[in-house]
């Protein structure tokens, strides 16, 4: 039989200094769930793509900003350039719809308006209405939704019904009908102005069943967690626990779905305006040139080609961020 080995104590005790010799020591750090969910969303490359192009969407649309770039690479957008039209076909003249160095996406046929300045103030238009008639959506839901699924009984009861209800109202229709006959001026608004804010009304105060559903929902088990329990047993009210308790813990659908209604709501925005009861012109909107290009378009496709690509890549990059912030947010709904 072989002998065992001896091993000497200075041999057998581990050595943390001489293994990690040469090697810099780092204080472990920890990391709060804002901090992972914001490691989760940088690593997927195409739901950051979508956000930068959002960001960049939401500077441009800034007052001032899209003063300086009309000024800057572009002409007023109501200001007509007949001479670089064709006086008799109505068609830009030059190549790909008149583009140049200063009408870089080109001009409108007929009264030769640039369409690089009126795709900048579309979106100022579009995205003042899509957010704030989001902003309308959200805080009625979220008000509605944590109320219906915290008491429960008849209260749930009532606000569920008058969430089947505003589902199944024929909005489009309300909408066309109740633009149609708005007066010139009121509450101190008139024209477009007046019309936009009709428009955020409409749009906000009729979609806020959808995300009312998911925020009673998630209330729902919320309110059987464990702290919700300690702190009705301490004594808390009602009303703290649903707005200190649980609607933290809201905050993450919220968003998720906030950044996934703010195209759908751009999207109604430009189908109104494409139906004539939206933004007036001669001010643009997407949806507004688009229903002018629709009897152009076989004299200068152009002119449906840039309206129609502004709308689909906003929606497309509104849509993958809020993907993507969904699955940070939450990696187990993937």
Known sequence: MTAPIEVSGSEAEAQPDAVLSGVERKAIQGRSLGQIAWLRLRRDKVAMAGGAFVLLLVVVALPGVTELLVKLLGSPPNQFHQNLVDATLGKPNGAFGGISADHIF????????????????????????????????????????????????????????????????????????????????????????????????????????????????????????????????????NSYILFREILPNLVAPILVYSTLLIPTNILFEAALSFLGVGINPPDPSWGGMLSAATELYTVAPHFVIVPGLAIFVTVLAFNLFGDGLRDALDPRAR
Request: glycine share 12%.
């Open 106 to 237: 080109g001009i409108e046929p007929i009264n030769g308006r640039d369409l690089f300045s009126r795709i900048l103030y579309g979106a100022r238009v579009s995205i003042l209405i899509g957010v704030l008639a989001t902003l309308v959506s959200v805080v009625i839901g979220t008000v509605m939704g944590i109320v219906a699924g915290y008491f429960g009984g008849w209260i749930d009861t009532v606000i569920a019904r008058l969430m089947d209800i505003f589902l199944a109202f024929p909005l489009v229709l309300f909408a066309i009908s109740l633009v149609g006959v708005i007066p010139a001026k009121m509450a101190g608004l008139e024209g477009n102005g007046l019309r936009m804010a009709v428009l955020v009304f409409i749009i906000g105060f009729f979609n806020w069943p959808y995300i009312g559903r998911i925020i009673r929902g998630q209330t729902l088990s919320l309110r059987e967690r464990e702290f919700v329990d300690a702190a009705r047993s301490l004594g808390a009210r």
